[in-house]
């Protein structure tokens, strides 16, 4: 049984409820609250809320009451610290954050004293666990190329900016093109999702880490990575080798 204050009347149901509401013309001086999604109108907030939770639920975070774009974002927006708090904590600092990525971005980083972990490290630590490729690309090095460290100097200086000979981005300081030459953005792809049907391929772990932890191609739930990576980022990197 739904009842409307204003009018004074009594409705057997909530769908007639909202029909009244949008209806009536006692309620036309109301502000207008039109669905992002299918530009229906409502009479009220709480219509409009109702209406996203029924008709589309698959991009609406009940909540939140936010509206995404897809249905992956609002995946990703449950995921995030917002609703799942901060519970898996770095095994060596104990900073927490809220997925296994977001851990193993923070070691890659090189920011972690405490586990004295880098990208480097980290990427030879996955290739001795991963014999057999499942995750990782064979990739064909010379013997101690993986400790060479690449720094631009004021040679680099163009004039103007300071350029990357790679890619001739201009930065604005030496500081800033070293950073850029120390990213990944010019290795190789060395990981790969182990979905035979899948294969999309990154540069660093986390990558693949965020892409395993979208379920788009069904590798692990997104709660078992999290999982997973609580027992230690090498647990968590077996599992999806052993699938």
Avoid at 29 to 52: A, G, K, P, T
Avoid at 75 to 92: E, K, M, Y
Avoid at 105 to 127: D, F, P, W, Y
Wanted: glycine residues 6%.
């Amino acid at each position: 049984m739904a009842y409307c204050n204003q009018c004074d009347r009594s409705f057997p149901h909530w769908e007639a409820y909202h029909q009244h509401i949008q209806n009536s013309p006692a309620h036309r001086s109301y502000e207008v609250h039109e669905c992002q999604v299918c530009d229906r109108e409502f009479y009220s907030e709480q219509s409009r809320h109702q209406h996203y939770s029924s008709s589309h639920r698959s991009r609406y975070c009940v909540d939140c009451k936010r509206v995404f774009m897809n249905e992956n974002n609002l995946t990703q927006h449950l995921h995030s610290r917002t609703h799942v708090g901060a519970s898996i904590q770095c095994p060596w600092c104990k900073v927490g954050f809220a997925t296994a990525s977001g851990v193993t971005i923070h070691l890659e980083s090189g920011t972690c004293t405490a586990s004295g972990l880098n990208r480097q490290k980290i990427n030879h630590m996955v290739h001795l666990l991963d014999r057999n490729n499942v995750i990782t690309r064979p990739m064909i090095t010379l013997p101690g190329y993986a400790n060479v460290e690449t720094i631009a100097t004021e040679r680099a200086w163009n004039g103007q900016a300071y350029e990357c000979y790679l890619c001739t981005r201009q930065f604005a300081s030496l500081h800033a093109l070293n950073n850029h030459i120390k990213s990944p953005v010019h290795e190789q792809n060395l990981y790969r999702c182990p979905k035979l049907s899948c294969r999309r391929e990154y540069k660093v772990l986390s990558g693949l880490v965020q892409h395993v932890e979208s379920e788009s191609c069904g590798v692990m739930r997104f709660g078992m990575v999290q999982g997973q990576a609580r027992s230690g980022i090498q647990n968590m990197v077996g599992r999806m080798i052993a699938g």
